[in-house]
């Protein structure tokens, strides 16, 4: 990363540190860097830029850096990094800001951080579809859009054979209301594919 001039770069981008301070509900500019969030991500290690680099990066207003990055879709939305925040930032929910605003704007994660985007919209689909998770047709879904036909093939039949594992999705009260949910979404433009 090449240097920046910091008075410039907040000035310049003043609407989208606002913008992510607003829409993730967070006071971003509250962080001081401890390192905390860093420290105990369970994914650190994958990401091109670690937690407490991307509130940084919020805080001076680096969106394109931003919404380039692996990381927002490496992030496992554990909310690790969130409870051991001493300013009580919930990074996790400004992870989720970036992923939908670069949705929005059509960033397409890059490497593998990809497969991780397949991954999560065949996550909703299926959760869309039957009120919860339906493993066999989210790995069907995942495989199908990541081109990787076979990936965990050799786990089924033993997940299967010890009763973890339903072929068919199980029914759910109030699916109604989970899609009534999606569609709401959908309408304020929440990044729901």
């Not at 971003?28 to 991500?41: D, I, P, R």
């Not at 931003?66 to 990094?81: D, H, Q």
């Not at 995942?142 to 033993?158: H, T, V």
């Amino acid at each position: 990363m090449e240097s920046i001039n910091v008075n410039q770069s907040i000035t310049k981008n003043a609407d989208f540190i606002e913008e992510i301070g607003i829409e993730s509900g967070q006071p971003v500019q509250k962080c001081y860097q401890c390192g905390k969030c860093t420290a105990g991500c369970p994914v650190a290690f994958a990401m091109d830029y670690p937690p407490q680099q991307v509130i940084r990066m919020v805080q001076l207003g680096m969106k394109d850096e931003l919404l380039k990055s692996n990381t927002i879709w490496i992030c496992a939305s554990c909310s690790t990094c969130s409870t051991r925040c001493p300013c009580e930032v919930e990074i996790a929910h400004v992870m989720e800001t970036l992923r939908i605003m670069a949705g929005k704007a059509g960033t397409a994660p890059a490497g593998k951080a990809k497969y991780v985007e397949v991954m999560y919209n065949a996550l909703l689909n299926t959760v869309e579809k039957y009120g919860r998770t339906y493993e066999v047709g989210l790995v069907m879904e995942n495989n199908l859009k990541s081109g990787k036909l076979f990936n965990g093939a050799d786990m089924g039949l033993p997940m299967f054979q010890k009763g973890k594992l339903q072929l068919m999705p199980s029914k759910v009260q109030g699916a109604a209301e989970i899609a009534r949910i999606f569609a709401e979404v959908r309408k304020m433009e929440g990044g729901v594919k």
